[in-house]
């Protein structure tokens, strides 16, 4: 199983970014799915899951701001993130659960450099 992250970039405060995450040699079409981040000298954090069934948990930190979505169809799962501010620079990561629930286990792609700076 592969996980291919993109979207990440340099964006102002206040503006959004979309980064996709895709999946290919996967046979976890309905796994949960999740967004982490890791900031410079700071760990690795959760910021959002997706389960199987679509319901969806975010990190206090970025709840009403960040959005997470998932087309079945393609194994791509979306996060929307809007109003960022300069603490949500970090490199984001997206992961494929083992279980329909997120679980620790599971594979990870490779990270996406998210900037918000003016």
């Known amino acids: 199983v592969q996980l291919q992250a993109c979207g990440g970039g340099l964006v102002q405060p206040e503006g959004s970014l979309t980064l996709s995450c895709t999946t290919s040699?996967?046979?976890?079409?309905?796994?949960?799915m999740a967004w982490h981040r890791q900031a410079p000298g700071k760990q690795r954090e959760k910021v959002a899951v997706?389960?199987?069934?679509?319901?969806?948990w975010y990190a206090d930190s970025v709840q009403g701001r960040f959005s997470i979505t998932r087309h079945i169809d393609d194994n791509t799962a979306i996060l929307e993130m809007h109003k960022l501010k300069p603490e949500d620079t970090a490199v984001y990561y997206c992961?494929?659960?083992?279980?329909?629930?997120?679980?620790?286990?599971?594979?990870w792609g490779q990270g996406t450099l998210v900037t918000v700076s003016s």
């Open positions: 992961f494929l659960s083992s279980t329909g629930y997120y679980s620790d286990v599971g594979f």
């Open positions: 040699g996967n046979i976890f079409t309905r796994n949960a």
């Open positions: 997706i389960t199987s069934g679509g319901s969806t």
